[in-house]
């Protein structure tokens, strides 16, 4: 129990940057597949969830079949998120499916925009457990540099 | 203007990979041991994984020849994957270079016809592992150099392939080993899948080839093994050593046959695999003998071309109450045969099975409460495999010491329990299986052999032994360990 105890104490809460008030954003979550979808609810909704955190609703707009970022932010006026993502088979790694998911989220305010792209390796145990189950795995990831881009932006405003 | 600047750069850049990748997976450990083990509870992972297996490293470096730029359009990829189970400063080969190998470099083509990927190079694939026990039963093409094609649609993957085994199996003694094999897999609803596949494989005898399958004839199982084939002959035939038989050629052929089911995703079952194996095995080439200074290769395909192994294993992840508390349940099973030997111990006659059990509660996310028990028995066809006690080399064949016996101990059969609790650190949150794992371990094994743990303990009973004999059933070890695929 000690060590539990010390081991926690290790772990650090990211800081949070918070709106003074509640900013509506419209957002686009994307994973390329034959055609454009949305990411699974699960992500969308965990991200939203992180998003609020500092005072922001992610307000989820549906996804064309051949998405391209130009057309959705190109007058854009209040700021703007848009996630694309694409996941893929990397190969069976002492026995595990290790799949690679490749992200790139902006932030565009009107002015101008920040960005990050980011590859984050996922393990699955089983075959049937593809890109949207991938995108689920590498939620933790994609939850951190979701909360350090907002603290950014909002730092930045 | 400044965000259209912004945006022309975006146009047509999408997330996208970086053109060279590396993956792999590293586990390494320190287990004092104070009982005079080298640092592994048991023997082998028969009793679980945990606490039973030492440091391994691997680095998958992938390279992409062809990126698509969108979904299904053609791709190229070249692998390179260098493993082995060695790391300074943890076990006895000290992290030394001979300890690794390049185990697998191929090319992987996709989507130049619709679904398919061609692969060149070498060809390793398997339906899915048993995490508790780090084993994978269901596999093919371990071996194999060639090409293979994998048609996958979403819920179905046909994968054949051809190529040659030679090298895995002979090495310097090359020769060539054609093999071909495919897996089936077919998920007709989401919460079960099946698969089936197998390997063949075909050995010709090649007039003239010394690397060649061959047998020499009239040679008596039980002097093969006391290495007095030679002798016996001489024995027999005084005089004539030269007419000592000729090896005869032979074509030789083995086998794997596997399959596969799962199934989960219903009330507390997070998915169950089974897996099974049944293969033949690949009959050895030679062995050698010396005779009043003389060499002679004793060809032992005949000798050898009756071992089969059965394996099945089966692996259950449970949900017990979500976020606080999973269980892994896993069973093992193997039967080992071998048609030619009725009179000697081997590992391949024997029949092992065992149970784990692992339990892991979550106290917060990333931290784990783990309990984990096995318990296994081991038994041996042709004999007393083990030594009970320390003096069991005076309790062999009919409570006799013969020096000239094929038994080992004084038992045939091994029961093994383990049980091994502690704290894991999961910086990825809850799962069993979820890695990055920082675990501080304690592990208790009994056996009714003596000793039963990798040692350095003096077994002879010799009056000049210096170093004395121990007696101990009872094996305890503390270790604390990483494991991480990245």
């Known amino acids: 129990m ?6 926690t104490a290790c772990l650090k809460s ?3 940057v918070s709106s003074s008030s509640t900013e509506q954003w419209p957002t686009w979550m994307i994973l390329e597949m034959t055609e454009d979808e949305a990411v699974p609810t699960s992500v969308s909704n965990h991200l939203a969830k992180a998003a609020q955190q500092h005072n922001i609703t992610l307000d989820l707009q549906p996804t064309p079949a051949d998405f391209e970022i130009a057309k959705h932010v190109g007058d854009v006026e209040s700021p703007v998120l848009v996630l694309e993502s694409r996941a893929e088979f990397y190969a069976q790694v002492n026995g595990r499916f290790r799949w690679e998911v490749d992200v790139k989220i902006d932030i565009f305010d ?7 792209e980011l590859t984050i390796p996922v393990f699955h145990q089983f075959h049937h457990e593809r890109q949207a189950e991938a995108l689920e795995a590498a939620l933790p990831t994609l939850e951190r540099k979701l909360h350090s881009l907002l603290n950014k932006q909002l730092s930045a405003q | 203007m400044s965000i259209i600047l912004g945006l022309m750069g975006l146009l047509g850049h999408s997330a996208e990979a970086a053109p060279v990748q590396v993956g792999g997976y590293m586990r390494v450990m320190t287990r004092p041991d104070v009982q005079g083990g080298n640092g592994t509870l048991g023997y082998w992972n028969l009793y679980g994984r945990l606490l039973n297996e030492r440091g391994y490293t691997m680095l998958d470096t992938r390279i992409q020849l062809q990126e ?20 300074a400063n943890t076990d006895a080969g000290n992290g030394n270079l001979s300890n690794f190998r390049l185990s697998q470099v191929y090319l992987l083509s996709g989507n130049n016809i619709p679904n398919l990927v061609w692969q060149l190079g070498t060809l390793e694939s398997y339906f899915g592992d048993l995490g508790l026990y780090d084993m994978r039963p269901a596999m093919v093409f371990t071996d194999t150099v060639g090409i293979s094609g994998r048609y996958q649609t979403e819920r179905s993957e046909l994968l054949i392939g051809v190529g040659d085994a030679g090298y895995a199996k002979y090495g310097a003694e090359y020769n060539t080993v054609w093999t071909s094999g495919f897996t089936l897999r077919h998920r007709p609803i989401d919460r079960l ?17 010394r690397n060649a399958p061959y047998t020499t004839p009239e040679m008596d199982y039980e002097d093969w093994l006391r290495g007095e084939v030679v002798e016996q002959f001489d024995a027999e035939n005084p005089f004539d050593i030269l007419e000592f038989p000729i090896p005869e050629l032979q074509n030789t052929s083995s086998y794997t046959a596997i399959g596969y089911i799962g199934f989960g995703g219903f009330g507390p079952v997070i998915w169950n695999n089974f897996y099974a194996t049944y293969r033949t095995l690949h009959p050895e080439k030679y062995t050698t003998e010396y005779f009043e200074g003389q060499e002679f290769k004793l060809y032992t395909t005949d000798l050898t071309d009756e071992r089969d192994a059965l394996l099945i294993g089966n692996e259950m992840q449970l949900r017990i109450v979500p976020n606080k508390w999973d269980i892994a349940w896993g069973i093992l099973y193997g039967r080992h045969q071998d048609g030619d030997n009725d009179i000697a111990i081997s590992d391949h006659d024997r029949t092992y099975a065992s149970t784990v059990l692992r339990s892991q509660w979550y106290i917060k996310p990333e931290f784990h409460f783990l309990i984990e028990s096995s318990i296994a028995q081991e038994t041996s066809h ?3 495999a083990y030594r009970e006690h320390a003096d069991s080399i005076f309790a062999n064949t009919n409570g006799m010491a013969d020096a000239r016996g094929f038994e080992y101990g004084d038992t045939d059969t091994r029961i093994t329990w383990q049980g091994k609790t502690g704290v894991v650190l999961n910086p990825n949150g809850v799962g069993i299986f979820n890695r990055p794992s920082l675990r501080v371990l304690y592990g208790s094994q009994y056996s009714n052999q003596n000793n039963a743990f990798g040692n350095s303990f003096v ?8 170093f004395g004999n121990r007696e101990q059933h009872w094996h305890h070890v503390v270790a604390v360990e990483t494991e991480s695929w990245f």
């Open chain 1, 2 to 7: 000690v060590l539990i105890t010390l081991l």
């Open chain 1, 14 to 16: 990211p800081a949070v």
């Open chain 1, 110 to 116: 009107g002015t101008d925009h920040i960005s990050e």
């Open chain 2, 68 to 87: 698509a730029d969108s979904f299904g359009d053609p791709w190229s990829s070249v692998h390179f994957r260098a493993e082995g189970g060695s790391i």
């Open chain 2, 193 to 209: 899948e099946f698969g089936i596949g197998g390997q063949g494989y075909l050995e010709l005898g090649t007039p003239g080839n």
């Open chain 2, 382 to 384: 042709n004999g007393r």
């Open chain 2, 459 to 466: 077994e002879s009973l010799d009056q000049y032994n210096n």
